[in-house]
């Protein structure tokens, strides 16, 4: 009796301990099958992570605007120096041509120094020399001098048939032009001591007053400028030289 007793009382420990066994597996086969369930505490560490990926390419798309930025800055002193720099040549420009020691300008009258004398050669004939002032240095237009006589502006007529070339001046550079006062072969004419000059028709400056002695003045010619004396004498009339 008592060893059946001890036997039931052994097999019923078994059982119990395969019962606990067999649930042990299934508990670890489940927890084994089933998809681990993320923490708060690495969802959170996953955005961060996503945040932080999230600002690099902020920072990427920030730099390329900075650049952009910095580039169309640049762009623009770039065309602000060029703007300087034209208005700066063109300041420049303006000031040249108003300067009377400049280059390339045109003669006026009074950029010059200007003398008049009678000569016997040829029937007789006014010789005017003029050359630039002192620091001045500009150019005797090819155009015919303009030379008058009178209170009532009688002026002189072409002695040549071409219009001459342009005669630069500077230092002791001289031009010549001559005037024949008379013409005809009368003994009409008017009696004057002086003639008005000045360098073309297009001369704006204030033309000047040449003493010359006694002329008789009937239908006067003049010359263009030239740089040869003996090239400026009138004769009598058109290319009569």
């Known amino acids: 009796m008592r060893k059946n007793l001890i036997r039931t009382t052994s097999l019923a420990a078994v059982?119990?301990?395969?019962?606990?066994?067999?649930?042990?597996?299934?508990?670890?086969?489940?927890?084994?099958?089933?998809?681990?369930?993320?923490?708060?505490?690495?969802?959170?560490?996953?955005?961060?992570?996503?945040?932080?990926?999230?600002?690099t390419g902020g920072s990427a798309e920030d730099a390329g605007s900075k650049g952009s930025s910095a580039g169309s800055g640049s762009g623009g002193s770039t065309s602000g120096n060029g703007s300087g720099d034209g208005g700066s040549a063109s300041d420049g420009g303006g000031s040249g041509s108003t300067d009377k020691g400049g280059y390339g300008q045109v003669c006026g009258a009074n950029d010059l120094t200007w003398n008049a004398k009678s000569e016997t050669q040829a029937g007789g004939y006014i010789?005017?020399?003029?050359?630039?002032?002192?620091?001045?240095?500009?150019?005797?237009?090819?155009?015919?001098?303009v030379?008058?006589?009178?209170?009532?502006?009688?002026?002189?007529?072409?002695?040549?048939?071409?219009?001459g070339e342009p005669v630069k001046l500077s230092g002791g550079t001289v031009a010549y032009t001559g005037v024949n006062p008379k013409t005809t072969n009368n003994d009409y004419g008017k009696e004057l001591t002086e003639i008005i000059a000045a360098v073309s028709k297009d001369d704006k400056t204030d033309p000047v007053s040449l003493s010359t002695g006694s002329i008789t003045v009937d239908r006067p010619i003049v010359t263009n400028w030239h740089t040869a004396p003996q090239d400026a004498v009138p004769g009598d009339g058109l290319d009569s030289h």
């Open 15 to 55: 059982a119990a301990a395969a019962v606990f066994s067999l649930s042990a597996c299934e508990d670890g086969a489940d927890s084994a099958g089933a998809s681990p369930v993320p923490s708060a505490a690495q969802t959170q560490s996953g955005d961060k992570g996503q945040e932080a990926d999230g600002g």
């Open 127 to 145: 010789l005017i020399s003029v050359k630039a002032k002192s620091g001045i240095t500009c150019t005797l237009p090819a155009a015919l001098p």
């Open 147 to 163: 030379v008058a006589f009178g209170s009532d502006g009688t002026e002189a007529g072409p002695a040549e048939q071409a219009v």
